[in-house]
Antibody, heavy 119, light 109 residues
Framework: QVQLQESGPGLVKPSETLSLTCSVS?????????WAWIRQPPGKGLEWIGT???????HYTPSLKSRVTISVDTSSNQFSLKLSSVTAADTALYYC????????????WGKGTTVTVSS | QSALTQPPSASESPGQSVTISCTGT?????????VSWYQKHPGKAPKLMIY???KRPSGVPDRFSGSKSGNTASLTVSGLQAEDEADYYC??????????FGTGTKVTV
């Protein structure tokens, strides 16, 4: 059964770049599905950050588009999130998920990792 | 793209039914039959409960059902059990390869 696990620093300084990795187990990241990042700020709802497609293309939420990069490392069966110029507003619980664009849903999720932006 | 609107909380007794609403716009819920619902227990990964408005993934009890009318989608949980106590989030495809999520509803059994 496919499993996803987020990893990365729990604390990032303002203006720096947040970097997270999602390790995919028991499923090849090069297979038909796409891969997404979602976040949840404290006390707020979920926010889709972006998706990297099986083809290698990407789409990001408009409000973060200028600061976000999602990439895939096929050799490690991982995909990554980079968010530049972070502020306190980027403090959140970050999830990675498998994005099924045939049915337009996220069918498998990681447990999430908390990132705090603070000096 | 604004977040979909859900009631902050809902509460019902065991064995009863609870319905959670998710209100969007004619650009997301009203435009596409791609509404999903996710269940989130503390410390656990979100779980897909409903997709394409009213379809259940394998393994999800038929106590969970979804519907849509206009710009509003709904999730109904019948025969509530203690294990159904969780946060629930809706999501909709919003065109141009974008998803929008709901604000979340805490269900208390």
């Amino acid at each position: 059964q496919v499993q996803l696990q987020e990893s990365g620093p729990g604390l990032v300084k303002p203006s720096e770049t947040l970097s997270l990795t999602c390790s995919v187990s028991d499923y090849s990241i090069t297979s038909r599905y796409n891969w997404a990042w979602i976040r949840q700020p404290p006390g707020k709802g979920l926010e889709w950050i972006g998706t990297i497609y099986h083809s290698g293309g990407t789409h990001y939420t408009p409000s973060l588009k200028s600061r976000v990069t999602i990439s895939v490392d096929t050799s490690s069966n991982q995909f990554s999130l980079k968010l530049s110029s972070v502020t306190a507003a980027d403090t959140a619980l970050y999830y990675c998920a498998r994005d099924d664009r045939y049915n337009y849903n996220m069918d498998v999720w990681g447990k999430g990792t908390t990132v705090t932006v603070s000096s | 793209q604004s977040a979909l609107t859900q009631p902050p909380s809902a509460s019902e007794s065991p064995g009863q039914s609870v319905t959670i609403s998710c209100t969007g716009t004619s650009s997301d819920i009203g435009a596409y039959n791609y509404v999903s619902w996710y269940q989130k227990h503390p410390g656990k990964a979100p779980k897909l409960m409903i997709y394409e408005v009213n379809k259940r993934p394998s393994g999800v009890p038929d106590r969970f059902s979804g519907s849509k009318s206009g710009n509003t989608a709904s999730l109904t949980v019948s025969g509530l059990q203690a294990e159904d106590e969780a946060d629930y989030y809706c999501s909709s495809y919003a065109g141009t390869n974008i998803y929008v999520f709901g604000t979340g509803t805490k269900v208390t059994v």
